[in-house]
């Protein structure tokens, strides 16, 4: 009812290369229910998972994503790219190819303007169905990210048989690096092994410059947190980004 209702909506989190430039914005969903409050966004979708509403949910996602760079792009902001979260459930689904190829085609998005991030906590099939999807996906030029790297194992698996452009340290790794040493280590072993390949590691939860320096001290050369910007609405994040695009330009305009 929520979601047919438009209670669920989508904002959108800066992301930032090493030299601060916006390089793209995450859509994050979120879910504000009248009786409980705000629904933490990995619980609204184990939620719809369970439901078997993922694809309906999935879609209508991808669908608000690129229309919302399709208008950001009318408006005069370029060079970003748009990042979906996607459920590997929705790897199952033989569809799924069509409707990524529907949604680029109806707002003139290129493949490489749609990232697709796969969350690594929920088990990955190695079905056909799902295989065959990651196949497609490659092919058509959609970059792959593996999300929340570093509470499973799918991402060493899928990094042999498929092109993963990037890897998203999970938070857990990320929030502890500077008091930590074993994450320090496992994010150094990520790191060589993301060199090694040509992936990009990319760290969330960056909240602090101690925290960014150390991380890119290791090997991360993408970040996302509250250090740069919180999750955005549509008009506050477009704001945001082209003030950052501008004084990368311009850097006496910063």
């Known amino acids: 009812h929520d979601l047919r209702s438009g209670r669920l ?12 430039r916006v390089t ?3 859509a994050l969903l979120r879910w504000p229910h009248p009786m409980l409050g705000s629904v933490p966004p990995h619980v609204a979708v184990g939620i719809i998972e369970d439901a078997g509403r993922i694809n309906e949910l999935g879609y209508w996602i991808l669908e608000v994503a690129c ?13 970003i790219t748009m990042a979906v979260n ?24 290129a493949p ?11 088990r990955v099939s190695n079905s056909e169905i799902s295989g065959r999807n990651l196949a497609a996906l490659n092919t058509l030029g959609v ?8 509470m499973g194992y799918s991402s060493l ?9 990037a890897i998203k340290l999970d938070g857990s790794l990320t929030r502890e690096v500077t008091h930590n040493a074993s994450c320090r280590e496992i994010i150094a072993s990520v790191g060589q092994l993301c060199r090694g390949q040509q ?7 960056v909240e602090t410059t101690e925290q960014r320096d150390l991380l890119c001290d290791l090997g991360c050369n993408g970040f996302q947190g509250w250090l740069y910007s919180p999750a955005l609405e549509a008009d506050v994040c477009r704001v945001y980004v082209e003030k950052n695009l501008a004084a990368a330009r311009d850097p006496a305009a910063g």
């Open 199 to 205: 992936v990009q590691m990319i760290a969330e939860y």
């Open 86 to 109: 996607l459920s590997p459930l929705q790897l199952e689904d033989p569809a799924l190819l069509q409707h990524v190829e529907r949604c680029l085609t109806r707002y003139r998005l």
């Open 112 to 122: 490489s303007d749609l990232e697709l991030e796969i969350t690594e906590g929920h």
């Open 9 to 20: 909506h989508l904002v959108y989190q800066p992301k930032l290369d090493l030299q601060g």
């Open 157 to 165: 698996l899928y990094m042999r048989r498929f092109r993963i452009d």
């Open 24 to 26: 793209g914005v995450e």
């Open 67 to 79: 229309h919302q760079l399709h208008s950001w792009r009318k408006a005069g902001l370029d060079g």
């Open 143 to 150: 970059s792959l990210a593996m999300d929340d790297f570093g």
